[in-house]
């Protein structure tokens, strides 16, 4: 069983800065099962990236992601304060079914 | 754009059996082929729980695998959860999710649903 570990737990960035948030798995995977959303108060999960760096409908370019093997990255840059949210790193496995989540990183934009 | 709107009942006695539907609007069941059901606790966070594909083939996370089913109505577009001998533990936010044609994930999500099980 895979597990997805998100660091740092909380990230607290000024308007305009660069979040870096970072997505570990157990053991190697293949890049384009890794996909990220952001999460608010309230609301549903939203999906962000996928393909490893494609931006789902509506993202603006701000967001992007990467990584391969075991590490990967979502990259906010020219932070604003709607991005405020948790958010959360997800990985596919194919034998049998699986979908895991991480347990998210906390955005806090001061 | 496709909308989900998830229903039931709010309150589940422990040991019974937690049921929700999902239902599909504004736009066909049929612009995905796979269909799933996602809960959400401050404890465990996000679990994922099963899926469906449009011909009602399904499945299941382990963990989960020996309590619950979920089933596809097509002609209502509708996806059903049902959960059995439930606990506390299987208090939760539940959502339903619609998965990308092209990657294993979740594009379209609704709103959730509180099910809380407390006698």
């Known amino acids: 069983e895979i597990v997805l570990t998100q660091s740092p737990g909380t990230l607290s960035l000024s308007p305009g800065e660069r979040a870096t948030l970072s997505c570990r798995t157990s053991h190697s995977v293949a890049s384009t099962y890794v996909l990220w959303y952001q999460q608010k108060p309230g609301q549903a999960p939203r999906l962000l990236i996928y393909d490893i760096f494609t931006r789902a409908a509506g993202i603006p370019d701000r967001f992007s992601g990467s990584g391969s093997g075991t590490d990967f990255t979502l990259t906010i840059s020219r932070l604003e304060p709607e991005d405020s949210a948790v958010y959360y790193c997800?990985?596919?496995?194919?034998?049998?079914?699986?979908?895991?989540f991480g347990q998210g990183t906390k955005l806090e934009i001061k | 754009q496709v909308q989900l709107q998830e229903s039931g009942p709010g309150l589940v006695r422990p040991s019974g059996t937690l049921s929700l539907t999902c239902a599909v609007s504004g736009g066909s069941i049929s612009t995905s082929n796979w269909w799933s059901w996602v809960r959400q606790t401050p404890d465990k966070g996000l679990q994922w729980i099963g899926e469906i594909d449009l011909n009602g083939v399904t499945n299941f996370n382990p963990s989960l695998k020996s309590r619950v089913s979920i089933s596809i109505d097509k002609s209502k577009s509708q996806i059903s959860l049902n959960l059995n001998s439930v606990t506390a533990a299987d208090t939760a936010v539940y959502f339903c999710?619609?998965?990308?044609?092209?990657?294993?994930?979740?594009?379209?999500w609704g709103q959730g649903t509180l099910v809380t099980v407390s006698s």
């Open positions: 997800q990985h596919y496995g194919r034998s049998p079914p699986m979908y895991t």
């Open positions: 999710a619609r998965h990308l044609l092209t990657t294993p994930g979740f594009d379209v």
